[in-house]
Protein backbone atom coordinates (compact mmCIF):
# COMPACT_ATOMS: atom_id res chain seq x y z
CA UNK A 1 0.00 0.00 0.00
CA UNK A 2 1.23 3.05 -0.63
CA UNK A 3 2.18 5.89 2.35
CA UNK A 4 -0.61 8.51 1.41
CA UNK A 5 1.38 11.40 3.41
CA UNK A 6 2.54 13.99 1.11
CA UNK A 7 5.96 14.75 2.09
CA UNK A 8 6.48 10.69 1.48
CA UNK A 9 5.64 10.85 -1.85
CA UNK A 10 7.59 13.71 -3.18
CA UNK A 11 10.23 11.79 -0.88
CA UNK A 12 9.60 8.75 -3.22
CA UNK A 13 9.49 10.79 -6.27
CA UNK A 14 13.24 12.44 -5.83
CA UNK A 15 14.14 9.03 -4.35
CA UNK A 16 13.45 7.51 -8.08
CA UNK A 17 14.89 10.54 -9.90
CA UNK A 18 18.49 9.73 -8.13
CA UNK A 19 17.63 5.52 -8.23
CA UNK A 20 16.69 5.85 -12.18
CA UNK A 21 19.61 8.35 -12.89
CA UNK A 22 17.49 11.60 -13.49
CA UNK A 23 19.29 13.00 -10.84
CA UNK A 24 23.08 11.90 -10.54
CA UNK A 25 25.72 12.76 -7.67
CA UNK A 26 26.48 16.58 -7.67
CA UNK A 27 22.85 17.08 -8.89
CA UNK A 28 21.26 19.79 -7.11
CA UNK A 29 17.41 19.11 -6.46
CA UNK A 30 14.61 21.25 -6.70
CA UNK A 31 13.99 23.82 -4.32
CA UNK A 32 11.49 24.07 -1.66
CA UNK A 33 9.70 26.69 -3.85
CA UNK A 34 9.70 24.81 -6.89
CA UNK A 35 8.39 21.61 -4.86
CA UNK A 36 6.24 23.92 -3.70
CA UNK A 37 4.82 25.57 -7.07
CA UNK A 38 5.47 21.88 -8.11
CA UNK A 39 3.00 19.89 -6.06
CA UNK A 40 0.88 22.64 -4.41
CA UNK A 41 1.98 21.61 -0.92
CA UNK A 42 3.23 23.89 2.08
CA UNK A 43 7.22 24.41 2.20
CA UNK A 44 6.93 22.81 5.89
CA UNK A 45 5.98 19.68 3.65
CA UNK A 46 8.21 20.08 0.82
CA UNK A 47 11.46 21.20 3.37
CA UNK A 48 10.30 17.63 5.07
CA UNK A 49 10.72 15.46 2.08
CA UNK A 50 13.91 16.68 1.55
CA UNK A 51 14.68 16.12 5.56
CA UNK A 52 13.71 12.95 5.35
CA UNK A 53 16.21 12.09 1.90
CA UNK A 54 18.97 13.78 3.58
CA UNK A 55 18.33 11.77 6.95
CA UNK A 56 18.29 8.59 4.59
CA UNK A 57 21.71 9.45 2.70
CA UNK A 58 20.23 10.30 -0.66
CA UNK A 59 20.87 14.20 0.07
CA UNK A 60 23.68 16.74 1.51
CA UNK A 61 22.52 19.97 2.72
CA UNK A 62 24.75 23.39 2.04
CA UNK A 63 22.63 25.79 3.61
CA UNK A 64 22.23 28.80 1.79
CA UNK A 65 22.75 26.95 -1.51
CA UNK A 66 20.26 23.86 -1.25
CA UNK A 67 20.38 20.20 -1.47
CA UNK A 68 22.78 18.14 -3.36
CA UNK A 69 22.67 14.23 -4.28
CA UNK A 70 25.47 12.13 -2.55
CA UNK A 71 27.52 9.21 -3.99
CA UNK A 72 26.02 6.58 -2.05
CA UNK A 73 29.20 5.30 -2.28
CA UNK A 74 30.72 8.17 -0.06
Known amino acids: ?3 PRAYVQMALD ?3 AI ?3 TL ?3 DTVPSITSMCNK ?3 ARQTCARALRMLEESGF ?3 IPG ?3 YVIDPID
Open 19 to 21: DNG
Open 39 to 41: YGH
Open 59 to 61: LKR
Open 24 to 26: SPG
Open 1 to 3: MDD
Open 65 to 67: HGY
Open 14 to 16: IAR
